[in-house]
C-alpha cells in the first residue's frame, strides 16, 4: 500500500500509469468545475466563487506541461537517458492529492468560509464563523498540507526513478526546478487564463 500511495512507479507499468495519468487528469479537470477549484499554479489549488469548465482543464495542462518541461531538463543533466513520457507520468500522477482536495468546497463551503474570514478582517465585526465552520477550516487545512506533501513525494519519488538522482546536489536541482515551474506556470495562467 505504501507503494501504491506513494512511489507506484516502481511498481506499475508505464501502460497502467498513463491510463491512470490520463483518466485522475480529466477527473481532477471536472472536480476542478463541479466545485469551484483553481490551480492556479504548479502547486496551487484555490476556491473560487465560479469557475468555467475549461479553466481547471487548462490549468491543469499548464501546470503538468511546465512541470514536465523544467523536470525533463533538470534529468538531462542528471542523466542523458531521462526519457520524457517517465517525466510526463510523473507530473500527472503526482497531481492526484490536489484533485481529492476539491471535495472540501462541496456547496462551496470552503469559499464561503475564506470570505467570512476576509469580511472579518476587513471589518470591526465580531467573529460569524461556527464552529462547525471552524472545524471545516481546520480540517481543510489539514488535507491541504497533506496533499502538498504527498504531491512533493509522489513528484520526488518518480523524479528519482526517472532519473536515477542519489546526490544531493539532484534534490537542489529538483527543488530549483520545481521552484521556476511555479514562477512559469503562474505567468502563463495569469496571462493566458
Known amino acids: ?10 511498481k506499475y507499468s508505464e501502460r497502467i500509469l498513463i491510463i491512470v495519468g490520463l483518466a485522475f487528469t480529466v477527473i481532477g479537470g471536472y ?23 475549461y ?27 531521462t526519457r520524457i513520457i517517465d517525466v510526463f507520468l510523473t507530473s500527472m500522477i503526482a497531481r492526484i492529492p490536489y484533485y481529492i482536495v476539491t471535495f472540501f468546497n462541496a456547496n462551496n ?22 464552529s462547525t465552520d471552524i472545524l471545516h477550516l481546520l480540517l481543510m487545512s489539514f488535507a491541504i498540507i497533506a496533499s502538498l506533501i504527498w504531491f512533493i513525494t509522489l ?3 518518480g523524479f528519482k ?23 512559469i506556470s503562474k505567468i502563463a495562467i495569469i496571462n493566458f487564463l
Do not use: W
Open 161 to 183: 526513478t526517472a532519473v536515477n538522482a542519489k546526490e544531493t546536489k539532484h534534490i537542489l536541482l529538483f527543488t530549483a526546478a520545481i521552484v521556476v515551474a511555479e514562477i
Open 1 to 10: 500500500m505504501k507503494t501504491l500511495l506513494f512511489n507506484p512507479f516502481e
Open 109 to 130: 463551503k470552503a469559499y464561503t468560509i475564506s470570505q467570512g474570514i476576509l469580511n472579518l478582517v476587513k471589518s470591526t465585526k465580531t467573529n460569524t464563523l461556527s
Open 31 to 53: 472536480l476542478g468545475f463541479v466545485f469551484n477549484a483553481r490551480f492556479d499554479g504548479v502547486i496551487d489549488l484555490h476556491f473560487v466563487e465560479k469557475v468555467p469548465l
Open 155 to 157: 513528484l520526488f519519488n
Open 55 to 81: 479553466q481547471p482543464i487548462l490549468e491543469i495542462g499548464i501546470n503538468i506541461l511546465c512541470t514536465t518541461i523544467l523536470l525533463f531538463i533538470v534529468g538531462k543533466i542528471i542523466n542523458p537517458k
